[in-house]
């Protein structure tokens, strides 16, 4: 398929039952809310999870998908053995990281690249020769920043009324030093869950992005197919198995690019009910499919 030719708008609708879906590490790790007590998603959280299953599809995949690997790899599912980004970016790019082909080679072979963008920010990357001659340091080497717009952007998640957070003190760990007799104060800890919730979170591609990224129809189709399957494989203590689960997945491809309606008029089109049910105003022209949760 070709580059992506047609806006696409989207919106997500997740349910969460007796789960932190995402910890803020300066409230000690309490469930996110806004000041209002509606429970919030980051959106860096979200595209963390797209990015898992878009990775988990690659190696699905048998990795033989050359042009979908990721990029941003989180530590835990690491199936390069890189250590950092920029040992990844050195693996792939070899001596072309830092040259006027970076972007271009970084959006063909990672499909998180493409789509949300990445900035590489490189130390000590040598100079062309052209450059070399203005503003280079003794040993010839200079820092870059070589910044990549996606055309895929992801809001964060909000509930749609506000949620109540329940806190447990639990014990984490046993004694590990001494005679046992006696446990530690950092044995003890405490342990917060949303109860009951029903978020959403909305999403765009933009066309006119997507030719800089070389973002396709096809890539937009691999995300829409990610996105009902949102938190399987994501499960920890925090959000034991089940307690998190994509209910609709409502997608918007308009006739053309600039699209035929503004983003903000197509998400708030949508209208959902405490319990998760949903309402879709009517616009004329744009016809939405609805994708149930996996």
């Not at 696409?8 to 007590?37: E, H, K, Q």
């Not at 898992?52 to 033989?64: C, F, H, M, S, T």
């Not at 130390?123 to 001659?133: L, T």
């Not at 109860?195 to 030719?211: C, H, T």
Request: hydrophobic content about 35%; overall charge neutral.
């Amino acid at each position: 398929m070709g580059i992506l030719q047609n806006k696409v708008d989207f919106a997500v609708i997740l349910r969460v039952r007796n789960a932190n879906p995402n910890g803020d590490p300066l409230n000690g790790n309490r469930p996110r809310t806004d000041y209002s007590n509606f429970g919030e998603i980051s959106d860096v959280c979200i595209k963390r999870k797209v990015r898992d299953r878009l990775l988990e599809r690659w190696l699905a995949n048998g990795k033989q998908d050359d042009g979908n690997m990721i990029f941003v790899q989180s530590d835990d599912r690491n199936e390069d053995g890189a250590k950092s980004l920029r040992a990844r970016a050195e693996t792939v790019l070899g001596s072309k990281l830092g040259s006027d082909q970076t972007a271009k080679l970084a959006c063909e072979k990672w499909i998180d690249v493409r789509a949300f963008g990445q900035l590489f920010a490189l130390k000590n990357v040598k100079k062309s020769s052209k450059k070399a001659e203005e503003g280079a340091s003794s040993d010839g080497d200079t820092g870059i920043s070589i910044g990549i717009r996606g055309p895929v952007t992801v809001q964060s998640a909000f509930s749609v009324e506000p949620v109540e957070i329940t806190s447990i003190q639990i014990t984490k760990s046993v004694s590990g030093e001494g005679d046992g007799s006696k446990r530690g104060s950092d044995t003890m800890g405490m342990k917060h869950r949303i109860d009951k919730g029903i978020y959403v979170f909305y999403g765009s591609m933009n066309p006119q992005l997507a030719e800089r990224t070389g973002f396709s129809d096809n890539d937009a189709d691999i995300i829409k197919e990610v996105l009902p399957r949102l938190f399987e494989n994501d499960e920890s203590s925090a959000r034991p198995a089940g307690s998190m689960a994509v209910l609709k997945v409502i997608w918007w491809k308009h006739n053309c690019k600039p699209g035929q309606y503004s983003s903000a008029r197509v998400h708030s089109s949508l209208n959902i009910n405490p319990g998760g049910d949903f309402g879709l105003d009517n616009l004329k022209g744009l016809e939405p499919e609805i994708i149930d949760g996996f």
